[in-house]
Each structure stands twice: as C-alpha cells, then as structure tokens.
C-alpha cells in the first residue's frame, strides 16, 4: 500500500507538471507566433534561430526547433537526470505541435499578420512579456523549453545565478545574427529589447512564485498555533524570550513559508488566537528542506 501511494503522489506530480507546462508553452508560442515572428523580430535562443532561418530560407521555424533540440537533449540526460529530460521531450514535442498549429490557425494568404498593425516596438515589447511569462511558468513546473534553456537549467542547477541572465548572456549572439539576414539596425535592436524584456519577466515571475516570508509569532496559544501551522505542511521554530518591560518569560514561534501560504497561517492564527502578536517580513532566500537547494561550487 505505501508503494501505492507513493507511485500516484509521484504519477499526480507529473501529470500537474505537464498540465502547467503546456500552459506555459502555450503562453510562450502565443507572444512568438503572434507578435515575434510576423515583424522579423528575433528574440533569441533555439526560437531565434529557428526564425533566422524562416526568414531566410521560409523554413518552418517548428521544424528547425525540433531538429536542433533532438541534439540538445542528449545532453540534458547526463547533466538534468531523468524526470528532467522526459519534461523536455515533453515540453520540446508540445511546443512544436502548438508553434506548428499556431501558424496555421493565424496564417492569412501564406504570411502571418501584423495584429498590431505598423507598431513594431509594441509588438517586440507584447511578445517578449508573453514569451517571459511563459518560459518562467515553464521553468516553475520543472521543465524546460529546449535549447539554450537546457544550459540555462544545467548551470542553475550548480551555481546560483538567475535563469535570466544566463539566458540573456547566451541569447546575445543569436539576436545578433539576425543582422545577417535584414541588415537592419533597427530589427536588431528589436531584439535586444525583446531578450531584456523577456529575461526579466522570466526572473520576475520565477522570484514572485518563489518569494518567501518569516513569522515570528507570540501567542500563550503558541503550542496550538504550532500546531495549527504543522498540519498546513510547514515547520515551526520554538525560541524562548523575555519581555524587556515586562519581564516575562515567553515562547516565541518562529516559521519560514512560501508568500502563497501566508493567508492560510494567518487564517490559522487568527482562528486560535485573535490577538496574537504577529510579525511578518520578505526573505531574500531560503534554502534547505521545503524551499531551495543550497547552490556553490
């Protein structure tokens, strides 16, 4: 029976971690088939050369991606480990069926259509938002959308750098490229933009989700809190004190929680203890059981 359960906790975890991958991946095809693609904007990684070479030679850009990743994952299987090279194939297999569909459903006389008519910045600005928000979606479910994100994931995972500036430092040289094809300065620097823009909305909602809080919380309730806290799946710290104007001695809880899970223990305080004394602050990090791996050399 534990064996059981133990296969469908893990079996549930992976079907919820594709079902938010494919959220993600939709996401990102939505900003680079909508907004990238019909204003030559190149934004970088095995998406901007996939659509170098769609603007050169009018290759499909799914295909390129797909052959280019099919390389790529073998390595992901030495460096990322199993669970981590299935997400990509996964990732990898629905971004190219959603780009490929994308295409077609927004196809009109054989080209795709400028949604935003002749504002090009927006477009560049729309679609690297989009494109950021999805790959940190992505990324937040253990996955991957191939190509320079496999390096990006493969240096993350032993060195504490953020995903988006390893991408951006890898993405340069792509973006650059694109110089080859337009020979235009202002296309290129499109897509510096869209790299700034999109490497920051990525870091920005991997740290939102990510955001950790500190309580410290003083209660005579305090064992009951403890308590209350423990069955919503965090630990608690029991520290003593002492009032300095009251002299009193006293117990004092200390818990470290994601930023999502603060209502509930604020819920589960009040429930007991109304009058709590309760302080809350961010945290640049948190590392160990329940949070982040501790990254170094």
Same mark, same amino acid.
């Given at each position: 029976?534990?064996? @059981?359960?133990?296969?469908?906790? &893990?079996?549930? /975890?992976?079907? @919820?971690?594709?079902?938010? &991958? !494919?959220? +993600? ?62 997400? !990509? &194939? =996964?990732?990898?297999?629905? $971004?190219?069926?959603? $780009?490929?569909?994308? %295409? ?8 795709? #259509?400028?949604?935003? +008519? ?24 253990? +996955?991957?959308? +191939? ?47 869209? *790299? ?9 909602? *991997? /740290? ?37 104007? !009251? ?6 809880? $200390?818990? $470290? ?5 603060? !209502? ?9 203890? #109304?009058?709590?004394?309760?302080? %809350?602050? @961010? ?7 329940? =949070? ?6």
């Amino acid at each position: 029976m534990p064996n @059981k359960l133990s296969t469908n906790t &893990i079996l549930k /975890n992976q079907i @919820k971690d594709w079902f938010f &991958i !494919t959220i +993600g991946i939709a996401i990102y095809v939505t900003g680079y088939v909508g907004f990238q693609l019909p204003y030559h904007i190149t934004p970088g990684g095995v998406a901007g050369i996939s659509a170098i070479v769609y603007y050169a030679i009018s290759f499909s850009p799914q295909y390129t991606y797909l052959i280019i990743n099919i390389c790529l994952l073998c390595v992901a299987l030495k460096l990322l480990g199993v669970k981590f090279l299935l997400n !990509t &194939i =996964f990732a990898v297999g629905v $971004m190219t069926v959603l $780009m490929g569909a994308a %295409q077609n459903v927004m196809m009109v006389d054989g080209e795709l #259509p400028k949604v935003l +008519g002749d504002q090009s910045f927006m477009a560049c600005v729309m679609g690297a938002a989009i494109e950021g928000i999805g790959l940190g979606i992505v990324f937040l479910n253990n +996955g991957s959308s +191939g190509g320079t994100d496999i390096l990006a994931a493969c240096i993350n995972k032993f060195r504490d750098i953020s995903l988006g500036t390893i991408l951006l430092c890898c993405d340069i040289l792509i973006a650059s490229s694109s110089y080859l094809v337009f020979h235009q300065i202002e296309l290129l620097l499109y897509g510096y933009v869209s *790299m700034i823009i999109e490497t920051s909305m990525l870091d920005y909602v *991997m /740290n939102r989700m990510r955001q950790s809080v500190q309580f410290f919380i003083i209660s005579q309730d305090h064992e009951a809190i403890a308590k209350a806290i423990n069955e919503l799946g965090r630990g608690v710290t029991l520290l003593d004190a002492k009032g300095w104007y !009251t002299r009193n001695e006293m117990k004092v809880l $200390m818990v $470290m929680a994601r930023r999502r899970e603060s !209502t509930n223990i604020f819920r589960a305080i009040k429930n007991i203890d #109304p009058n709590a004394f309760v302080s %809350q602050s @961010k945290v640049v990090g948190v590392f160990g059981n329940g =949070f982040d791996r501790i990254k170094g050399k």
